[in-house]
């Protein structure tokens, strides 16, 4: 089942999230670390927002994907997908592809004219997934971020929606 979080799937959600921060550091922004200081009330108001949306299997949430508007108001146009993760146990099911069409399915009716998100540069999964859902390279962040001392590319990847 693809639904938006709640807030009463604040748990679930923090604990799947640490999960791939601590399995998959080099997937995500934020350093386990910083995501365990995160505050419950700014979480809890991500997922009130409808923010995030989640795949189930049975009650288990296995999976969710992000979406954060522009902030300025010359952005409002826009928003970044992301993070995208998938329980490796619930991997190779098509619930990433489920995801992605519930997430440009919400941001459609948001009004939002188009999408962005930014991809480790070696995570060819995941960019043959955002590229099946018609995002297009427009290009490449060099040492984007560092994880354990290494430096990583992110490619740049667009959608429009109008």
């Known amino acids: 089942m693809i639904r938006p979080l709640t807030p009463e799937d604040l748990e679930a959600y923090k604990a ?19 995501a365990a ?3 419950d009330s700014s979480l809890i108001a991500k997922l009130a927002s409808g923010a995030v949306i989640g795949a189930f299997e049975g009650t288990a ?5 992000a979406m954060h508007q522009g902030g300025p108001e010359r952005l ?9 993760y998938i329980h490796p ?12 069409c519930a997430v440009i399915d919400a941001a459609k009716t948001r ?9 480790d540069a070696t995570n060819t999964g995941a960019r043959a997934l955002y590229e099946a859902q018609g995002f297009a390279q427009f290009g490449l962040r060099p ?10 590319d992110d490619v740049l990847m667009l959608k429009p929606l109008d």
């Open 61 to 65: 949430l296995v999976g969710f994907v």
């Open 143 to 152: 040492r984007s971020v560092i994880v354990n001392g290494v430096p990583r």
């Open 37 to 39: 200081g995160a505050l």
């Open 111 to 119: 009004g939002f004219l188009q999408l962005e998100l930014c991809v």
């Open 89 to 100: 146990s619930a991997r190779r099911r098509g619930l990433g592809r489920d995801l992605m």
């Open 76 to 84: 409002h146009h826009m928003a970044d997908i992301g993070p995208l």
């Open 16 to 34: 799947l999230w640490i999960h791939g921060l601590t399995t998959e550091p080099e997937a995500f922004l934020l350093t386990a670390a910083e």
